[in-house]
């Protein structure tokens, strides 16, 4: 029973090694990918426009849509961060958890890292108040958790990328939900991208074919 204890905890040990090489292999390639986008966007929408049998304002139109929404999904994301950060170091210190300013930044760079978030630094500081301390600081920090530091990724992320991209929070939302679910991590980027794509789309077709 034990050697077969000790299997399942090697494969699944394995499984996460691997998830994890796979996650941040694909990360790094996404990033340093979007990074020469934006680097050199304007460059590279103006060869690829050449290609598109399409009118030349059209096809920068849709290229204009898909770098605001790049950019509005960065700023968004280090926005959300920030405050993620911010609100988790508050719960730390009102928990009475030590180095919370640390643990804060902790929470500030986790919110970068799908599928868990912010949750990947206050889940494992609930579980330690738990067993070490007070079950009423625990019980707090998971409500705080739970309501408060993840929730308002979901709330202020549309709101900033609401500012660059001129579409409802609503399409935001489930735009970026959807791409969370569909693609992982990237999603974050392809779900909005995906959504202002096709209503850039929708809007030529409107103005070219039906008028």
Same mark, same amino acid.
Do not use: C
């Given at each position: 029973m034990l050697k077969g204890t000790s299997q399942k905890l090697f494969q699944l040990s394995t499984n996460l090694f691997t998830f994890a090489l796979s996650f941040i292999f694909k990360s790094f390639i996404f990033l340093l990918t979007l990074f020469f986008i934006?680097? =050199?966007?304007?460059?590279?929408?103006?060869?690829?426009?050449?290609?598109?049998?399409?009118?030349?304002? =059209? !096809?920068?139109?849709?290229?204009?849509t898909v770098y605001k929404t790049v950019l509005a999904t960065a700023y968004g994301s280090v926005v959300v961060g920030f405050i993620q950060g911010l609100l988790g170091a508050i719960g730390y210190a009102i928990a009475g958890i030590k180095y919370y300013p640390l643990f804060g930044l902790a929470t500030? +760079?986790?919110?970068? !890292?799908?599928? +868990?978030?912010?949750?990947?630094?206050?889940?494992?500081? !609930?579980?330690?108040?738990?067993?070490?301390?007070?079950?009423?600081?625990?019980?707090?920090?998971?409500?705080?958790? #739970?309501f408060i530091v993840s929730t308002v =990724?979901?709330?202020?992320?549309?709101?900033? #990328?609401?500012?660059?991209?001129?579409?409802?929070?609503?399409?935001?939302?489930?735009?970026?939900?959807?791409?969370i679910i569909a693609f992982g991590f990237v999603g974050i980027f392809l779900g909005p991208i995906i959504f202002t794509t096709l209503f850039s789309l929708f809007v030529i077709y409107e103005r070219r074919i039906l008028k």
């Open positions: 934006l680097r =050199d966007g304007e460059k590279f929408a103006s060869f690829i426009e050449r290609f598109i049998p399409m009118h030349e304002e =059209d !096809v920068r139109e849709i290229f204009g500030f +760079f986790a919110s970068f !890292v799908p599928p +868990f978030g912010a949750g990947a630094v206050w889940v494992p500081l !609930v579980a330690y108040l738990f067993i070490t301390q007070s079950i009423k600081s625990a019980i707090f920090l998971l409500i705080w958790g #739970m =990724d979901n709330i202020i992320r549309p709101l900033i #990328m609401k500012i660059g991209v001129q579409m409802p929070y609503i399409v935001l939302f489930f735009s970026i939900l959807g791409g």
